[in-house]
């Protein structure tokens, strides 16, 4: 037996050092895997920037797979594999949802699962003013998602679209709400148009008994309200601008109105001529009595309530443009003709002033 001296160090035994390596061994594998798992932890929610903002369809049905490979040929991912484990290990596997989604400059591969995850699908922001057209609301879609103008115009004139609407009316036009709205990359024609005609819905819900007490009905509250809306530039000028009408559709006089000539023959950027006026369409309120058939444009809330509470007390009959935007407003036909021949003669006199005050050459 070897005698211990005080120098000695202990030895363990050969079972325990083997399971001191195998101990060993197995932190350093966990711990390789555990920087490993950090790291593309850390990877993916690493925001990251691209030059450019990417839009990516994502269609009915997709795997998480083909999702995946998708993201990562847009450069949304540099590692499909991770991003279909991220989405396995959060649950969200399953709920992946279609849609067009849009990303960049700056995003982490966690902002875009969760992204698909809630539906976040990419949105412009559509502004549709008061008094715009039809086609002049096309072009705004049209520039915003790149949505159909000849579509949407040819569904808005749509027999088929507009009894499908619920709505009683020769087209579309003026039913559509002049509001501020979000609009989804994806969205159809068909799904815009309703979402604009949800406004005026709720607007003829609401006042629906104001205009039975005037012995009329909504479309024909929203034809008149456009046509305020195409002659007032001022707000405090439309109830009696609508009283006007009134009290000639209340004496079975023609509208005379401008706008509906204008309408009629698809002119809004030149004066009207007398051959204008003699135009047969039953937009003409020049040659036919009582209202054209529908709307000539999208009236605002503004225009609705005053065609439907036109200004008390109000006995004019005419009213001719200012230059200003205002207007003048007169009870009798002599009256309105020598107002028409004031307001000319100062137009005239303010352009030889202009002339006058240009220096010689």
């Not at 950090?38 to 009915?60: C, D, K, N, Q, Y």
């Not at 847009?74 to 990303?103: C, D, K, W």
């Not at 040659?287 to 444009?297: A, D, F, T, Y």
Request: charged share 25%; net charge neutral; aromatic share 10%.
């Amino acid at each position: 037996m070897r005698k211990r001296y005080r120098g000695d160090k202990p030895r363990l035994p050969r079972r325990s050092r083997a399971w001191f390596i195998r101990e060993f061994i197995l932190v350093v594998v966990l711990g390789a895997f555990l920087l490993y798992a950090l790291g593309h932890v850390v990877a993916f929610r690493s925001t990251r920037e691209i030059e450019h903002r990417v839009v990516v369809e994502i269609p009915e049905g997709a795997s998480v797979g083909t999702i995946a490979a998708m993201l990562a040929g847009e450069g949304l991912t540099v590692a499909p594999r991770r991003f279909v484990l991220a989405a396995r290990i959060l649950g969200h596997e399953e709920s992946l949802q279609a849609g067009s989604y849009e990303f960049g400059p700056r995003f982490s591969e966690m902002d875009v699962l969760v992204a698909l995850s809630r539906g976040e699908v990419a949105v412009r922001t559509v502004t549709v003013p008061e008094g715009f057209r039809a086609e002049q609301i096309a072009r705004l879609f049209d520039a915003a998602v790149g949505m159909d103008p000849e579509e949407f115009v040819r569904l808005v004139h749509d027999p088929t679209a507009v009894a499908r609407l619920g709505f009683h009316a020769p087209s579309l036009e003026g039913y559509l709400m002049p509001d501020t709205y979000r609009v989804e990359l994806d969205m159809t024609v068909g799904e815009a148009i309703e979402m604009m005609t949800w406004g005026t819905r709720r607007v003829m819900e609401r006042y629906s008994s104001r205009a039975e007490s005037l012995s009329m009905t909504m479309h024909e509250i929203l034809t008149l309200a456009s046509i305020v809306e195409s002659e007032a530039v001022f707000n405090s000028e439309r109830g009696r601008i609508s009283a006007v009408y009134h009290n000639r559709l209340r004496n079975s006089w023609r509208l005379e109105a401008d706008p509906t000539v204008r309408y009629a023959k698809g002119v809004y950027h030149r004066k009207l001529y007398y051959s204008d006026l003699r135009d047969k369409s039953p937009y003409n309120t020049y040659r036919n009595k009582g209202l054209p058939p529908g709307p000539i444009c999208s009236p605002g809330t503004a225009s609705i309530v005053a065609a439907l509470r036109p200004q008390e007390g109000i006995d004019d009959y005419f009213f001719v443009a200012n230059g200003d935007g205002t207007h003048t407003f007169t009870r009798t036909f002599r009256e309105h003709a020598a107002a028409k021949q004031r307001i000319a003669r100062e137009r005239e006199e303010r352009a030889q002033f202009s002339l006058d005050a240009v220096p010689e050459q």
